[in-house]
């Protein structure tokens, strides 16, 4: 039986490869989208891509308007999302996109976001490997509420995860530095981002520890069985319109040999539809992914420095968000945890 769908500020980035994606599920129907600015607006107005919802029109963002169907998903800026969550009770599934259900701890969600911090929901990274054993796609079977990771976090956390898991590498003394394309920002207006500025450049944001990402990140990698977490993350905008490539290195614990490197990463993806571990001395590029779920996932050992590289490609649209928020949803109401997605992706 199909499942009725919501979908709220979906007239952004997020909200439109949703819709894009959901358009192809099988099992979930697209009912209503709202948007803010854009309430009254043809969809094929703001997403012209999207020919199969000719002749829908945005309503606004309202608990009204979300009210009575199976799945909500909501796309909406930071802050957004909890107060209009709280008012939606009688929804089965909601899957927020947005930041206001992913953080555990107040005070780390009042130092990089602030405002009123909602409690956390079932975290929606799948292939998470847990310290305690199996993945989080444990508790993502049968939940009704559903926060989805940061972009740049996905990237990081998948690559590290299974060393930390595993003991291979140290949690201590990790760095990432990520090529990030400018859909990542949101669709509404960024002088930063107006093309003549943007093309031709890479430039870092948020340099020095103050992304809001950073206790996602450290959270995760808790999850995954690290005690403590020093992260030093570096986000760099560079003129493409989708995807993420991670950089992440962290120290080799004592003791551990090369070789033992990669089968910890092997056994933690190796049965994954939507992470691979490339062949040894293999890479990633942004481009392999586009407009797939897939995490690819590149990993060597550099000796000299005593430190694992990971190297993980997504799109931000995709595995980075609505790509996440399916998969969840689907683990959540019990579908194959594929449907509806593409595992390959758009070249050239
Ligand atoms: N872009 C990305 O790669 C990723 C995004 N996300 C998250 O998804 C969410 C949406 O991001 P994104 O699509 O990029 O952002 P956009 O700016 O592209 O879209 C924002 C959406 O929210 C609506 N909106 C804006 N202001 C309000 C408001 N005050 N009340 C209700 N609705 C409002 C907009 O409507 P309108 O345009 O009609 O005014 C639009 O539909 C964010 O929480 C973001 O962090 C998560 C991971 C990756
Ligand atoms: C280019 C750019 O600004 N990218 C954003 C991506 C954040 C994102 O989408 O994740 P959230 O859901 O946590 O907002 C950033 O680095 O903040």
Redesign the pocket.
């Known amino acids: 039986m199909s499942h009725t769908v919501a979908v709220?500020?979906?007239?952004?980035?997020?909200?439109?490869e949703l819709l894009r994606l959901l358009a192809g599920h099988p099992e979930f129907e697209v009912r209503t989208v709202t948007?803010?600015?854009?309430?009254g607006m043809p969809v094929t107005a703001v997403h012209p891509h999207l020919h199969s919802y000719s002749g829908l029109e945005?309503a606004p963002?309202s608990a009204e308007t979300l009210a009575g169907h199976d799945v909500v998903f909501l796309?909406?800026?930071?802050g957004?999302?909890g107060a209009i969550a709280d008012s939606l009770a009688g929804i089965p599934l909601i899957v927020d996109?947005?930041?206001d259900h992913r953080l555990t701890d107040a005070d780390q969600w009042a130092a990089f976001y602030g405002g009123e911090f909602h409690p956390p929901w079932a975290y929606g990274l799948p292939e998470l490997p847990l310290a305690a054993g199996g993945t989080q796609r444990s508790a993502l079977s049968g939940a009704r509420r559903i926060a989805?990771p940061?972009?740049n976090v996905t990237a990081i956390t998948l690559g590290l995860a299974p060393g930390i898991r595993d003991r291979i590498v140290m949690a201590d003394d990790i760095v990432a530095v990520l090529a990030v394309g400018t859909?990542?920002?949101?669709?509404?207006l960024r002088t930063e981002l107006l093309a003549s500025e943007i093309h031709g450049s890479a430039g870092p944001y948020a340099v020095g520890g103050v992304h809001r990402h950073v206790p996602e990140i450290r959270q995760n990698l808790g999850a995954a069985g690290a005690r403590n977490v020093t992260v030093s993350f570096t986000p760099v905008l560079v003129p493409m319109s989708r995807g993420i490539l991670a950089t992440s290195t962290a120290r080799l614990a004592p003791g551990i040999r090369a070789d033992e490197v990669r089968e910890s990463w092997e056994a933690a993806y190796g049965h994954e539809t939507f992470v691979r571990l490339l062949p040894e001395g293999s890479f990633p590029k942004t481009a392999d992914v586009l407009g797939s779920n897939l995490a690819a996932i590149g990993i060597a050992v550099d000796e000299a420095a005593g430190r694992v590289v990971a190297v993980t490609a997504i799109d931000?649209?995709v595995k980075?968000?609505a790509g996440a928020a399916i998969q969840s949803a689907n683990l959540a109401v019990g579908l194959p945890e594929t449907a509806g997605l593409p595992v390959n992706g758009v070249a050239p």
Request: contains cysteine.
């Open positions: 709220a500020g979906a007239s952004g980035y997020a909200g439109g948007a803010h600015e854009n309430a945005f963002t796309a909406l800026p930071h957004r999302s996109c947005g930041a989805v940061g972009c859909s990542g920002a949101g669709r509404s931000n649209l980075g968000t």
